[in-house]
């Protein structure tokens, strides 16, 4: 069992920047890929960043890639997601999540453990 908890969002002006950080219990953090979501007001929730259990492999989706980064801090037992160049488009709830099976997989359905989610707004 692994219990995730984001902190780190807030407001921001565009053109800033913000770090989340997500917190897993639990001694099998270090097996599991990592995963970093959002699902925007009235819309469907989409991957952002993935990471591998050894943290050799990233993944992003296109609309982040050169903004954002997703290091994990496997003996702090957490994860990141830098967030520069912040675009009114990025507000979310972001969420982050564990996938058991280690690589850094876009697909939500490989993912085992969610948290609740942080509020990210970006105002232009």
């Known amino acids: 069992q692994v219990q995730l908890v984001e902190s780190g969002g807030g407001l921001v002006q565009a053109g800033g920047s913000l770090r989340l950080s997500c917190a897993a219990s639990?001694?099998?953090?270090?097996?599991?890929?990592m995963g970093w979501f959002r699902q925007p007001p009235g819309k469907e929730r989409d991957v952002v960043a993935a990471?591998?259990?050894?943290?050799?492999?990233?993944r992003y989706e296109d609309s982040v890639k050169g903004r954002f980064t997703i290091p994990r801090d496997n003996a702090k037992n957490t994860v990141y997601l830098q967030m520069n160049s912040l675009k009114p488009e990025d507000t979310a709830v972001y969420y982050c999540?564990?996938?058991?099976?280690?690589?850094?997989?876009?697909?939500?359905?490989?993912?085992?453990?969610w948290g609740q989610g942080t509020q990210v707004t970006v105002s232009s």
């Open positions: 999540a564990a996938g058991s099976s280690g690589s850094a997989t876009m697909d939500p359905s490989l993912y085992d453990y």
């Open positions: 639990g001694r099998t953090f270090r097996w599991y890929a």
């Open positions: 990471i591998s259990w050894s943290g050799g492999t990233t």
